[in-house]
């Protein structure tokens, strides 16, 4: 097996060297009857028609209930029963996190393409172990990190690629959260870098264009003390330091009063370009008590809806042959800075990544 590295539009893809089914139309279920889950059988039903949804599979009744009754899908309650089926192509896993490594195993032991919401996995080694597997059996895998597919970015990305800047020198990622989730999601989602700030640490790989050489991560529980109950953190600032010697800056803080606050700005040789909050249109008011402007999104669902369906397409032309947009090395990457990130606020040092990848990845 081999890779062929090729641009996709506006990314950098990795594409197996292996032929594929040639179709139009591939069949595929949902592991995952959550908002996401939903989201993406919405979108295939409305938007994608290289993808043809089969079932959804959720262990939970009431959603695969609300599933059908949505959809008019088949459903399960039991994943296994999607992922043997030998009529369907590929899985989207949307599942929560503790579920990804079985499920993933499980697609390729039967042949199954693969497209699995972030993070992989929280262990470096079943990361490993689960794509060193996906390469034996030569199954497409795209990591589920919509961000790049949202046109503001995927434009920045552009006119650095372009060289419009110059050299590279820094980058500047902020990411905010309009309300702090509940006391349950801080429980399993596997800490603030690992749920949040994995999405940054891949766009500042993604804009960076080169691998992240160490981490330097400050943060506190300062929205709520629910946060430091769950034994997370709110607030944190990040330093990344690639191997190119860029540096980049990530901002993130779970509560926003004004909205969900998406912005980077990319500074380099030649000038500074930004990428701004989308809002739901242009207008302004001004009056005697000052400017007022239209509100940012509330969440991501508003902020990347279009985003969503462009990574589902893009999973589309990769099972008709064409480059894989984001890789299981994508995804992989973004989880060792994010154990890297929890070792240095742990340690209250700088961390590299490879250190983090030559140790057990806890």
């Not at 998406?262 to 500074?267: A, G």
Request: glycine share 6%; hydrophobic share 40%.
């Amino acid at each position: 097996m081999r890779l062929v590295a090729t641009q996709c539009g506006s990314h950098w893809c990795w594409q197996m060297g292996k032929r594929r089914k040639m179709s139009r139309e591939f069949e595929v279920a949902i592991l995952g009857a959550g908002t996401i889950g939903m989201l993406h059988a919405e979108n295939i039903l409305t938007s994608i028609p290289s993808l043809k949804l089969r079932a959804v599979a959720d262990p939970v009744s009431d959603a695969v209930q609300q599933a059908h009754e949505r959809f008019g899908v088949r459903v399960e309650r039991d994943w296994h029963a999607a992922v043997d089926d030998p009529k369907l192509d590929a899985v989207i896993i949307c599942s929560p996190m503790n579920h990804h490594a079985e499920q993933i195993r499980e697609a390729v032991a039967t042949g199954k393409h693969i497209f699995c919401e972030k993070p992989i996995d929280w262990r470096l080694e079943i990361i490993d172990d689960l794509l060193r597997d996906v390469e034996e059996q030569g199954v497409i895998f795209q990591t589920g990190f919509n961000r790049r597919f949202d046109r503001n970015f995927a434009s920045l990305w552009q006119k650095v690629t372009e060289n419009r800047l110059g050299d590279l020198w820094t980058l500047k990622i902020t990411s905010r959260d309009p309300e702090l989730p509940g006391k349950d999601y801080l429980k399993s989602s596997g800490g603030l870098f690992l749920d949040m700030t994995i999405h940054d640490f891949d766009m500042a790989r993604f804009l960076a264009r080169a691998e992240i050489r160490e981490v330097t991560a400050r943060a506190s529980a300062l929205v709520s003390a629910e946060t430091g109950e769950a034994d997370d953190v709110d607030t944190a600032l990040t330093v990344l330091c690639f191997d190119n010697d860029v540096l980049a800056v990530i901002d993130n803080c779970r509560k926003s009063a004004y909205g969900y606050d998406q912005r980077i700005e990319v500074h380099g040789e030649r000038g500074t370009m930004f990428a701004d909050n989308e809002v739901t249109d242009t207008t302004s008011f001004w009056d005697s008590s000052g400017s007022h402007r239209p509100p940012v999104p509330h969440f991501f669902l508003e902020r990347y809806k279009e985003a969503y369906k462009l990574e589902l397409e893009s999973f589309g032309r990769a099972l008709a042959g064409g480059p894989v947009a984001v890789s299981g090395h994508d995804g992989r990457q973004a989880v060792l800075a994010a154990i890297a990130a929890n070792r240095s606020l742990r340690e209250n040092r700088t961390v590299t990544l490879a250190e983090v990848a030559e140790g057990t990845g806890k």
